[in-house]
Every structure is written in C-alpha cells, then in structure tokens.
C-alpha cells in the first residue's frame, strides 16, 4: 500500500543547485583541511572567552534542531495517531537523517582532540554526571534509529519486499526510540548552559531550559515541515499539500501558545523582565527572538490566512528564526564572559558551516529524485 | 478508538507530570559536595602581594611552560596578560585614578593572582564528558589528563573564573590549568607560587588551616602588627616574619562561593574590583547535576517513556491505514 504513497522525483542529479552546493561543500573541505592541520585557531576566532562558536551553535545545536522534523511528525503520526500526516513523514525523516548525521560529523570538526571521541562511550571515561555527555551519546543512538527508519525506503527502492516487511515488523521499537531520544538530547542541549550559571544572561538562564530547548525543538520540526514542503514544491514544481501543511499549522500554532506562555512565565517569575528594557545588545536580541515566535500567529493564525501557501511558508520560516535567535542567544548573545572577550565567527568557519548545510541540501535533492520518499502527486495516488 | 486515543493521552499526560514532579522534587536535588579534610589549597593575601610575580616564573618553571608572548614586545620578554593554555598562574593589579596608594579603591591599586581556585564542587568536573578533569578525593585538587580529553572546551565556557584554557594553535592542543603543582607533591614539595613568594601573600597548606589563620588576619585590628607566616603553613618551617596588618574587607572570598574554593582571597579592596564574580553558596555543578539526576536518575524516566511510546506506536501503527511504522 505504501510503497504507492512515495516516489522518486527523477530528473537529473547534477543540476546547477547541486553543483553549486558541492562546490560549497568542497569550499568546506579545504577549510577544514588547514583546521586539521594548524590547529582551532588556523581558521576560527575561537577565544578562550568564546571557546564555543558556530561550529557548536550553528552545526550542532542548531543544525540538530532543524532536523527535529521527523521526530515532531512522527509524534503526530504514530503518538497522537494522526494518520492524514503519514505522507509527511519521509521527507521529514530524510531531513532528519541528514541533518543529525552532520551535526554528528560536524561535532568531530570542533572537537580539539577528535581521536579521543570514543571515550565518551567507554566507561572507564564516561562521565554521566556531565550534560555533554548525554547529549552525545542520545544524539550518536538517535542518528543511528534515524538510519534504520529511513531504511524502508532504501529497501522499497531496491525491491526488497520481504526485508523491508521484516524491518516495518520491527519499526515500533525505533519509533519509540526516536521519541525519546530527542526528548533526551534536544532538552540536554539547552541544559548544557545550567552550569554555566551567571556567565549566561538572565533572560536565557533558566531552570527551565530543558522544557523550553525542547518545545521549541518539537516547534522548529513542525515549522521546517512547512519550510521544506513549500520549497521542494516550488523547486520540483510539485502541488503543494495545503490540506495536510493547514492543519500541521494549527497544531504548530497551539503548541507555540504554550510555549510563549511558559517562556514568558518564567522571565517574569524569576524576576528577569526588567533586563529586557535595558538598552543592551541582550534586549534587542531577546526582543528579536520573541517577535519572531509571535509574527507566526499573523501568518497562519486564521482559517484564511492559511489557505495561501506563502503564509504557511512566511510563518514557518518566522517560526524557524525564533528558535535559531533562542540557541544563538542562549549560547552566544547571552553568553557573557568578561569584558575583555569578544567573538564574531571568520570566514573559515561561515565557510564550513555553509558547506554542511549546502552538502544537505545536495543530499536531499540526489535522493529525493531517486528514491521513495517525497509523498506521490496527487493525481497519480488517485489513479 | 476514541476510549484508546483517550487512554494514550492520560498515560502521556502521566508522563508529562511525572517528568515534572521529578524534576522539581528535592528528594532528587544532589548537595554541594563536601571539602575533604585532607583538601590542600592556597590563601592569597592582596594586602601582601608587592607585584613581584616571582610566582608566575616559578609556576612556569616548576610546569615546564614555554614562554607565551602576547604583548607588542614580541619576542622580548615573557609577559603574559592573562592564564592561556601555556600560562597557569598570573599577578593582575586593580588601578583607579592615580593609582597611588596601595590597598585602596581611591587613587589606589592592588594585586590579585589569577590561577585556578579549586572549586570544592567544581563545575569543570560536572562538564567534562570524559573525566579528564578530576577532583582527587583527598587533596581536592582539580586535575587534568591530556590523554582522557576529547577537546570539547565545556570546561573553558563553564567554569564560573575562566580558569581552563586551550591551546588553539595546536593540531593536537590541549587544556592547560593549575593543578597545584601535584606532580611535586610526591617528592616533598608543594606549589612552586606559594614556596617562592616572598611576603607570603601566597601561602600553601591544608585548606581548614588556610581557613583559621584567614579568620584569624580579619579579626586583627587595621594598623597593628602581626606575624605572616609564608610557605607551606601545615607543615612548616616557620618562615613567618612581622607586619602590619590591612584594613582588610570583612569577608574571606572562597569561604562559601559556590560551595567553596580551595584557593581563598583576603582583600582590603571589594573584591569584584580584583575580578572576581559575586557568586551564590549553591554551586551550579549541584543545580546542573540534581536536574540531570532528576531527570535521567537510574534510567528511569526514559526507560517509562520509551516503553509508552513504544506500546503507543505498534498500538497506531497496526491500525494505521497507511502505515510506515505499520508498513504492511
């Protein structure tokens, strides 16, 4: 039944977006080619004020958040059973997939003493105390459960009927997986900032940082199946699936009101308010970032609004904004070390996190066209 | 169905308010951890420290650190501003006005040695993923194992003094910080700033020892005079010698910060003036590890909800018409 609802988009794999996203990657590559050579600070302003920059904020923290897609509609689908979302689940599942795989190898670029990595998972080293230590063992676990539940498609792909019904037999294993896990990890990530206690600016450090990383990971999945489903309508020219994004958007609106009322909530009950009125780089930001979390309501907020694509795209895309300003303020913005520390990323590393999110893009594309994930156009699902 | 989708959403609604409950229960929130008797540490005295930085030459010698050279004399003269990775120990002073008298704030200046405090309950150690930093559980002292480090640099964004330092300019860099010269303590000796300074402003010994003759200089009265005794005050010789004594500010800086440090500060100036933070007594080692163990304690928590979601999904998919997770 299934293997009727996705298909490849075919067409030709080197177009001028894919080239171009590989030239980036390979940008990328030469970059890190000196980083490996010369060492951090060859190619980044990493400082020891500043000792994390976009390579952990952008590449992982980030980049880990924009692939919550699969995970936020797999909630819907397979918690909530709300089966209408289905033929959104591949193509979230891919953007997870990739997204996560290179957040992973990402992490390997900023680690200092990469060849030491696989202590985190020996236990004469590993240390459950620390956050970072959970959050890396979740997200190497959840980058592997994200391979086997995109692995249907590769199967269905190449024919495998029995294996793949094997595997489907299975797969409520690893939809469970898949659930918890990013609970896990993406709450971690805000949690890595407790300890920094006082160093991070009060309208950001929060006992609550767990809940709110996480519910605006669950919203940064929703709102990126928004994003993604306009534009690979618009580059594939494909038919938008308006009845399926509408409602995701109510759903994503709901869940956004919550989380508005328990980020504010917990300013106001730590007494942190009043430093949003200072005139400060912290205030603008902060105030940038609630913005963006309220324009999503102008966008899809009503039964009309909704109906025209451009709004479900403006609105996912605000939606997004809020939650990369939320991790950029959190870590960089908020993150407040002394006066005599300052840190604007360089050239090098833009380049490096420019070529992971373009090799994402060139991936999504090669195997969007040759393998079964995009949902089928809605007149061949008729037929 | 409806009495089904009704049943998930109770035992998810459970999930949520247990997650909650635990989170928040106090039955789960970890203390600050305890100093050991045994804990060795420093007492810095600003009142006493004349800027010499015989310290910082003898800690670069004693830890066979290179020369770090990050002034205009390039080249010249091995003057650091501030710890790096190749630096563990440097004399900073407060300047306001004319900077004229010592000790005050007023067309004043006074010294304060930065190097690493060793935090009772050290937010370095709670970071560290691989347990390459560590606290010894008798001396108390925060070392560092090269070879356990993965580079992840959470130590140098956690800790509340910007004490642990990477060397970026090495392929194979690595943290560099204080670690109380543990590597003499086996022949005898004890930390190389405190057994070289001359006036005793940095005094080596057991930390509860540190803490009486600490107590002791604040009761003094400003004026009058009073032996110091310098080196190692635990175990001697006694190589004290006869001054007078600071209008010192009523306060032991280290004493309760964070759950205490094992390096200690006496000042005669506010002691944010030196650079040093206005810290609460709870140490965010123990708030960041009591919402970890509330969370994640024996597995608890996530083993629940993995088995709910798990039961959840195979319970929608086998209905589901669809069916990716029910591909059938």
């Given at each position: 039944?299934?293997s009727?609802e996705?298909?490849p988009?075919?067409g030709?794999?080197?177009t001028?977006v894919?080239f171009?996203c590989?030239v980036l990657?390979?940008?990328?590559l030469?970059?890190?080619g000196?980083?490996?050579v ?22 992982v923290?980030?980049?880990?958040a924009?692939a919550?897609?699969?995970f936020?509609v ?5 918690i ?5 979302y289905?033929p959104l689940i591949?193509?979230?599942l891919?953007?997870?997939l990739?997204g996560?795989?290179?957040?992973g ?5 900023d680690?200092g003493?990469y ?14 105390n620390?956050?970072?230590?959970e ?8 980058i592997a459960?994200?391979?086997i539940?995109f692995?249907?498609?590769v199967l ?11 595997l489907?037999?299975?797969?409520y294993i690893?939809?469970?997986l ?15 900032l407790?300890?920094f ?9 929060s006992?609550?940082l767990?809940l709110?990383?996480l519910m605006?990971?669950?919203l940064?999945?929703?709102a ?11 580059g ?5 699936e ?8 109510k ?7 919550a989380?508005?009322v328990i980020r504010v909530g917990?300013?106001?009950a ?5 430093t949003a009125?200072?005139?400060?780089l912290?205030?603008l930001?902060?105030?940038l970032?609630?913005v ?15 109906r025209n694509?451009?709004?479900?795209f403006?609105g996912?895309?605000?939606l997004?904004?809020g939650?990369?300003l939320l991790r950029?303020n959190?870590?960089l ?7 005599n520390w300052?840190y604007?990323p ?6 490096v996190?420019?070529g992971l999110?373009?090799?994402k893009i060139?991936a999504y594309?090669i195997i ?6 995009l949902p089928?156009?809605q ?5 | ?5 009704d ?5 998810l609604a459970?999930a ?6 635990t ?5 789960q ?6 100093l050991?008797p ?8 600003s009142?006493?420290?004349v800027g010499c ?8 010698s ?9 002034t205009?004399?390039h080249g010249l ?6 710890t790096?990775a ?9 300047q306001n006005?004319?900077a004229e008298?010592k ?5 004043g200046y006074?010294?304060?040695?930065k190097?690493?405090l060793?935090?009772?309950?050290p937010?370095c150690?709670?970071a560290?993923p ?9 001396t108390?002292?925060?070392g560092?194992d090269?070879?356990?480090?993965i580079?992840?640099r959470y130590?140098?964004?956690a800790?509340p003094?910007e ?7 090495s392929?194979?860099g ?8 543990r590597?003499?303590?086996?022949d ?8 070289v300074c001359?006036?005793g402003a ?5 930390v509860?020892d ?28 006694d190589r004290?010698w006869e001054?007078?004594?600071a ?8 004493d309760k910060?964070?759950?205490?440090t094992?390096m200690?500060?006496l000042?005669a100036?506010p002691?944010?003036?030196l650079?040093?933070p206005?810290l ?7 708030k960041?590890?009591?919402?970890q163990?509330?969370?994640?304690g ?21 209905n ?6 029910g591909?059938?």
């Amino acid at each position: 039944m299934s293997s009727h609802e996705h298909a490849p988009v075919g067409g030709r794999l080197l177009t001028p977006v894919t080239f171009f996203c590989v030239v980036l990657f390979i940008l990328a590559l030469a970059v890190l080619g000196v980083r490996f050579v010369h060492g951090l600070g060859s190619v980044t302003h990493l400082n020891d004020g500043y000792p994390w920059g976009i390579w952990v904020v952008a590449d992982v923290v980030i980049g880990s958040a924009l692939a919550c897609g699969g995970f936020a509609v797999a909630a819907l689908v397979y918690i909530f059973n709300k089966g209408e979302y289905h033929p959104l689940i591949r193509p979230a599942l891919l953007a997870s997939l990739l997204g996560y795989t290179l957040a992973g190898v990402g992490v390997l670029f900023d680690l200092g003493r990469y060849w030491n990595f696989y202590h985190i998972f020996m236990p004469g080293y590993a240390s459950p105390n620390s956050v970072m230590f959970e959050v890396a063992v979740c997200i190497s676990l959840y980058i592997a459960v994200l391979w086997i539940e995109f692995w249907p498609a590769v199967l269905e792909k190449f024919g495998l009927a029995d294996a793949k019904k094997k595997l489907v037999g299975t797969m409520y294993i690893f939809i469970g997986l898949g659930m918890v896990l990013p609970m896990m990890h993406q709450s971690s990530l805000g949690s890595l900032l407790i300890v920094f206690g006082h160093q991070i600016h009060p309208l950001w450090q929060s006992m609550l940082l767990p809940l709110i990383y996480l519910m605006t990971a669950v919203l940064i999945g929703y709102a990126i199946v928004l994003f993604e489903s306009c534009v690979a309508a618009a580059g594939y020219r494909r038919s938008i699936e308006t009845h399926l994004l509408n409602p995701l958007a109510k759903v994503m609106l709901g869940v956004l009101a919550a989380y508005l009322v328990i980020r504010v909530g917990d300013i106001v009950a730590r007494g942190a308010l009043a430093t949003a009125f200072q005139f400060n780089l912290q205030a603008l930001f902060f105030w940038l970032e609630m913005v963006c979390f309220a324009l999503p309501f102008y966008f899809v907020g009503s039964e009309a609004m909704r109906r025209n694509p451009a709004n479900l795209f403006l609105g996912g895309l605000y939606l997004l904004l809020g939650g990369i300003l939320l991790r950029i303020n959190s870590f960089l913005i908020g993150y407040m070390p002394g006066d005599n520390w300052s840190y604007f990323p360089s050239t090098g590393e833009l380049v490096v996190t420019v070529g992971l999110f373009a090799l994402k893009i060139a991936a999504y594309i090669i195997i969007t066209r040759r393998f079964p994930v995009l949902p089928r156009e809605q007149h061949a699902v008729a037929a | 169905m409806n009495a089904r989708r009704d049943f998930f959403r109770k035992t998810l609604a459970g999930a949520a308010v247990a997650t909650g409950a635990t989170a928040s229960a106090p039955v789960q929130a970890r203390d600050n951890l305890q100093l050991s008797p045994d804990a060795l540490g420093l007492l810095f005295d600003s009142t006493l420290c004349v800027g010499c930085k015989a310290c910082v030459a003898a800690c670069k010698s004693a830890n066979n650190l290179p020369p770090d050279y990050n002034t205009p004399a390039h080249g010249l003269w091995d003057v650091p501003l501030d710890t790096t990775a190749k630096t563990f120990n440097v004399i900073k002073v407060f300047q306001n006005g004319k900077a004229e008298h010592k000790d005050r704030v007023e067309d004043g200046y006074a010294f304060s040695k930065k190097s690493c405090l060793h935090c009772v309950d050290p937010s370095c150690v709670s970071a560290c993923p691989v347990s390459a930093m560590t606290k010894d559980p008798k001396t108390g002292i925060v070392g560092y194992d090269p070879d356990a480090c993965i580079g992840c640099r959470y130590c140098v964004a956690a800790c509340p003094f910007e004490v642990p330092k990477f060397d970026y300019d090495s392929p194979r860099g690595q943290i560099g910080k204080c670690e109380l010269c543990r590597h003499r303590i086996p022949d005898g000796q004890f930390a190389a700033c405190a057994e070289v300074c001359p006036t005793g402003a940095t005094l080596y010994g057991k930390v509860a020892d540190l803490k009486v003759e600490a107590k002791r200089r604040l009761s003094l009265k400003a004026g009058d005079m009073t032996r110091y005794p310098r080196g190692d005050l635990s175990n001697g010789p006694d190589r004290s010698w006869e001054g007078p004594v600071a209008p010192y500010v009523q306060h032991l800086y280290g004493d309760k910060e964070l759950g205490g440090t094992q390096m200690m500060y006496l000042s005669a100036v506010p002691f944010h003036n030196l650079g040093m933070p206005t810290l609460p007594e709870r140490s965010y080692a123990a708030k960041s590890e009591s919402l970890q163990h509330g969370l994640y304690g024996g597995l608890v928590l996530p083993i629940a909800l993995f088995g709910a979601m798990t039961w959840v999904a195979r319970r929608n998919s086998k209905n589901d018409e669809h069916g990716d997770g029910g591909e059938q």
